[in-house]
């Protein structure tokens, strides 16, 4: 399925899912990484969407993990090297857009979408429980070197999102920082760029906390 280039940006479907135990590597995992699309409008509110949870807040969910948007052009990305159609919601995402570049995105830009105002907030770190989802534990390897992380959003003002929304994007923040360069931090990462994340605040604290880490230790070998 071919895109419109020239249209806006906009959600293809919204998609949540309640917690479920399933039987993976021998033990039992309580997961709610199975999205389901929806029909109709949703509310989104507080660090979630209506009909939609996560299993450990310790590692998914909250405020800067509330919403995660995966891009139908990624999906298309991994069908054609998987050999097999993958709908929407199966890498665990509530919002499936198009024709926007997720890797790209600014933290701290906001959407407008329906009536609700979302925040970039960071990449996804795959855990073994997209392996699990996917039905194979390499998966979350593939995953990562795929750079395909998608994006999670704050939600900074309540609404209602449905399928077909358009995403109107913000400006971005003056500092710049995208996606991609944060989901491409490593220990090794240049000294002007672990100052720089340590130094906005649109940065989730954890992240802001790893780069002070980091620096610190080059100060104190």
């Excluded at 399933?22 to 995992?29: E, L, P, Y």
């Excluded at 919601?89 to 926007?100: H, K, P, Q, S, V």
């Excluded at 701290?108 to 534990?137: F, I, N, T």
Aim: hydrophobic share 40%; charged share 25%.
């Amino acid at each position: 399925m071919k895109s419109d280039i020239t249209a806006p940006p906009r959600v293809v479907s919204v998609n949540v899912g309640k917690p479920r135990t399933v039987t993976w590597a021998g033990r039992r995992v309580t997961s709610a990484i199975w999205k389901t699309p929806v029909t109709g409008r949703t509310r989104v509110e507080g660090v979630n969407l209506a009909g939609d949870d996560q299993a450990d807040r310790r590692v998914h969910g909250g405020r800067d993990k509330a919403v995660y948007a995966y891009a139908t052009e990624d999906y298309m990305w991994w069908s054609s090297k998987l050999d097999t159609d993958l709908g929407p919601g199966a890498f665990g995402d509530n919002l499936t857009t198009e024709r926007i570049d997720l890797q790209a995105e600014v933290v701290g830009r906001r959407w407008h979408v329906g009536s609700a105002v979302l925040e970039v907030a960071q990449p996804r770190q795959p855990c073994y429980k997209l392996g699990m989802r996917m039905g194979d534990a390499a998966f979350v390897d593939r995953f990562d070197e795929s750079r395909r992380f998608g994006a999670y959003l704050r939600i900074v003002d309540a609404g209602e999102i449905g399928a077909g929304d358009e995403v109107v994007t913000g400006v971005p923040p003056a500092h710049g920082l995208t996606l991609a360069e944060l989901a491409g931090l490593q220990r090794n990462a240049p000294r002007a760029l672990l100052e720089r994340i340590a130094s906005i605040d649109d940065v989730p604290q954890g992240w802001r906390e790893w780069a002070r880490r980091q620096l610190g230790r080059r100060a104190h070998p």
